[in-house]
């Protein structure tokens, strides 16, 4: 039987948590929220109990008991199978071998940057940077605070995330010095081309080429 690709981060962190234990849903969001999960994965908690479900429809957990507290709704407690095992493993194998095609916001932004100016360029990314800045530095004080605490072997999606804002904060602070100082190949052609709209031939044929890159 063909395995599925990776293509709900919040199903493999459920079964990441059920393969600890079993546990009911409201236990299994409460720990994924308190490991930050949901900032590591990008979860979105209005899916969750529909992910669930699906889960449960394709035999990778099942329901083993249910419990009532007092006169709260009866919840029902759910393991991972042999199945959702396996598949939990093959997703992580694939995750962490095979490189993927991610589109970042900002990817999309660079993509279309020059219908603004240079300069709005340079004060969006002035921007970019300061909160780059900002979280680095919040990110590497948890970090450091946390690596007390917790082996590091926990935390390398953390140490990760750490190493490639660091990168971007280093190419976005590279870019402004080039459009500050005025060493930008094409500055000069962007700026024409924002104030009077007139492309040179130069900018139209990169246009060109960039409108049918594959």
């Known amino acids: 039987m063909k395995r599925r690709k990776v293509g709900n981060l919040l199903a493999l962190a459920i079964l990441a948590t059920l393969h600890e234990r079993s546990m009911h849903p409201y236990e299994m969001a409460s720990i994924l929220k ?17 992910v669930v479900g699906n ?4 035999g990778f957990i099942e329901a083993v008991e249910s419990n009532r507290d007092g006169a709260r709704p009866e919840r029902t407690v759910y393991g991972i199978t042999g199945a959702g095992r396996d598949e939990m493993l093959d997703w992580v194998r694939e995750l962490l ?9 900002f990817v999309a932004g660079l993509s279309v940057m020059p219908w603004l ?10 921007s970019r940077l300061a909160a780059l800045d900002e979280e680095i530095a919040s990110t590497r004080a948890e970090l450091t605070r946390l690596l007390v605490e917790l082996p590091r072997l926990v935390l390398l999606e953390a140490e990760y995330d750490l190493a490639i804002r660091t990168a971007e904060a280093a190419w976005v602070r590279s870019i402004l010095e080039e ?3 005025g060493s930008m190949p094409g500055l000069a052609e ?4 924002r104030e009077t709209g007139e492309r040179s031939a130069e900018v139209a044929e990169l246009a060109e080429r960039g409108s049918t890159r594959t």
Do not use: C, N
């Open 34 to 50: 308190a490991r930050g999960k949901d900032r590591d994965m990008g979860i979105k908690w209005g899916s969750f109990y529909t």
């Open 55 to 58: 889960l449960e429809k394709h």
């Open 97 to 105: 071998a095979e490189l993927a095609p991610e589109q970042p916001k």
């Open 117 to 126: 100016g240079p300069d709005e360029v340079i004060s969006l990314f002035r």
């Open 179 to 181: 459009l500050t100082s």
């Open 190 to 193: 962007w700026r024409t081309f």
